[in-house]
């Protein structure tokens, strides 16, 4: 009876054990996510929350953060990322706005914006200036350094709106930075055949349902276009883009041009273009964007006749053909 006894109390040990185990699998890897560094070199930026200026020289005072993160992005590809930078945290409290933190959304210069629930913590964002030891090249990174969702990891950061309840704030003009005149001036796009002098990574997207790969698109053209466009604060955003021409590519699939063509991020984003866009020789499927590749393998539809930075789409994981 004794050794029917200890059998039984090993299994329920072992269960107990085993359910420990599964919890702790099913648990956010990223909860302890931020780690003091010194040592780093801050490059310049400016971003701006709820219209007033932060730059680096205002955050040289606090200390700088790493974090390694692990994400999924929509189509279940896992990735571990590095970034180092400022606590968001630390940004809002120079910026005068501690504690708003109850309504937080992160916009890029090329429009795309994410809106954080009210899970993610704020202690645990970071305004990052490196990813994977390479610094950014025009705006930093916002990073929710506890969440495993690859889309809510923002490039390119340049406005951070907040408030302290559920709602997006009343936009209003920093006394940091200038005004816009209204008379901006934007340069026409200028085109350029890099055919034989660019090789991309390997890439992949979806066109009318089909994936499309390098191998694909082998004899299309490559084009780099370098184009401006006013962002939601009228300010001029020049973006250089590398890649096809989408009625090219279009062409090269069978697909044809006449037809109704949405650009969709790989947060469910659309983006419908007109004829005229659609058949423009200035709107590209871009790999590039000022050398940089997209994230996650994603692609951007850039019709660079276009004036609006919202009239792009980041992110773009698929190409719909109705």
Do not use: H
Not at 27 to 46: C, M, Q, R
Not at 150 to 158: D, N
């Amino acid at each position: 009876m004794k050794k029917i006894l200890s059998i039984l109390m090993v299994m329920a040990c072992s269960l107990m054990l085993l359910s420990c185990g599964s919890k702790a699998q099913n648990s956010n890897s990223n909860e302890s996510v931020l780690e003091e560094v010194k040592g780093v070199t801050i490059p310049k930026f400016t971003v701006s929350i709820n219209g007033n200026a932060v730059t680096n020289e205002d955050l040289a005072e606090y200390p700088i953060y790493k974090s390694q993160v692990t994400s999924v992005n929509s189509s279940g590809t896992e990735t571990t990322v590095n970034y180092i930078g400022f606590r968001f945290v630390d940004a809002l409290e120079k910026a005068g706005l501690s504690g708003y933190t109850s309504y937080i959304e992160a916009v890029a210069d090329d429009g795309y914006s994410v809106v954080y629930e009210a899970k993610r913590n704020p202690e645990n964002m970071l305004i990052a200036i490196s990813k994977d030891g390479s610094q950014f090249k025009k705006s930093p990174w916002f990073c929710p350094c506890d969440s495993d969702t690859t889309g809510e990891f923002l490039q390119g950061l340049t406005t951070i709106l907040v408030n302290n309840k559920n709602e997006k704030p009343s936009a209003t003009a920093s006394k940091n930075e200038e005004k816009s005149s209204g008379d901006a001036t934007l340069n026409a796009p200028e085109k350029l055949d890099r055919t034989d002098k660019v090789t991309f990574e390997a890439f992949s997207f979806k066109v009318a349902g089909n994936e499309v790969k390098n191998a694909d698109l082998e004899g299309v053209k490559i084009y780099k276009i370098t184009c401006d466009a006013l962002n939601s604060k009228d300010a001029v955003i020049t973006s250089t883009y590398t890649g096809y021409v989408l009625k090219d590519v279009l062409d090269k699939l069978g697909v044809g041009s006449n037809k109704k063509i949405t650009a969709v991020a790989n947060d469910g984003y659309k983006v419908e273009l007109t004829n005229e866009q659609v058949n423009s020789e200035f709107t590209l499927i871009a790999i590039e964007k000022d050398k940089e590749l997209g994230k996650d393998g994603t692609v951007w539809l850039a019709p660079c006749e276009e004036d609006r930075t919202k009239k792009y789409a980041s992110n773009v994981v698929e190409i719909m053909v109705e």
